[in-house]
């Protein structure tokens, strides 16, 4: 089963406005990550959370990780027509077991 | 993507014959991944490797062999392919589990089984 449940798993916004994604999952991890893809294309790394850490930015994305409810967030603030894509998070459980598990996805559509 | 190719992009293959994908880096990454997309169940895990000749398996094993004999390729089997097996495939490679800069992906093989 999927370690990941994504929320919502559509989103529409506007250009300029912020888009925010919810990823809960079930188990105890090492780190949780955030990956993006475009329609027909593979996966690219946006960013990773360790266990241990609440916030990380990225330029204009921010994540934030709340162990006690399992659960991330990805913001994506000031959104372009370019981050039209998919997001997906995954985590890799802890015990550094090699695997990375994915949640379903949230798809964005961002409007000119 | 720099550093991982999966061949090939696309096949057509009937129902019950064999059917291998390879994914070849040249990063000599440590780790290397089988994931296989479909819509409404996200990438789920089939096989992955951390070494040569380490293999262990994923969430969707069943119907599914690897290998590893060297550290630049992984080979996915079907070993007698039903339609289930319909999908996308991806392989993705890693120096580490941890590692800061995550998981790079392949471009995908779309497999169509009929």
């Known amino acids: 089963s999927q370690q990941g449940e994504e929320d919502p798993q559509a989103l529409s916004i506007q250009e300029g406005e912020n888009a925010t994604m919810n990823c809960s999952y079930k188990?105890?991890?090492?780190?949780l990550q955030w990956y993006r893809q475009n329609s027909g294309r593979g996966l690219v790394h946006l960013i990773l959370?360790?266990?241990?850490?609440r916030e990380k930015h990225s330029g204009r994305l921010r994540v934030t990780l709340d162990t006690s409810k399992k659960s991330s967030s990805l913001l994506i603030t000031a959104s372009r027509a370019a981050d039209t894509a998919s997001y997906f998070c995954?985590?890799?459980?802890?015990?550094?077991?090699?695997?990375?598990?994915f949640g379903q996805g949230t798809t964005l559509q961002v409007k000119p | 993507d720099a550093g991982i190719t999966q061949s090939p992009r696309h096949k057509v293959t009937e129902t019950g014959t064999p059917v291998t994908l390879r994914c070849h880096q040249t990063?000599?990454?440590?780790?290397m991944y089988w994931y296989r997309q479909d819509p409404g169940h996200g990438l789920r895990l089939i096989h992955y490797?951390?070494?040569?000749?380490?293999?262990d398996k994923g969430e969707v094993s069943d119907g599914y062999s690897v290998s590893r004999s060297k550290t630049e390729d992984f080979l996915l089997t079907l070993e007698s392919a039903t339609s289930s097996q319909t999908s996308v495939y991806f392989c993705?490679?890693?120096?580490?589990?941890?590692?800061?800069?995550?998981?790079?992906f392949g471009s995908g093989t779309r497999l169509t089984v009929v």
């Open positions: 993705a490679i890693s120096e580490s589990p941890d590692i800061t800069y995550g998981y790079t």
């Open positions: 188990t105890s991890i090492n780190n």
């Open positions: 959370i360790r266990s241990n850490e």
């Open positions: 995954a985590t890799e459980g802890s015990g550094n077991t090699g695997k990375l598990i």
């Open positions: 990063e000599n990454h440590r780790y």
């Open positions: 490797s951390y070494g040569v000749k380490d293999t």
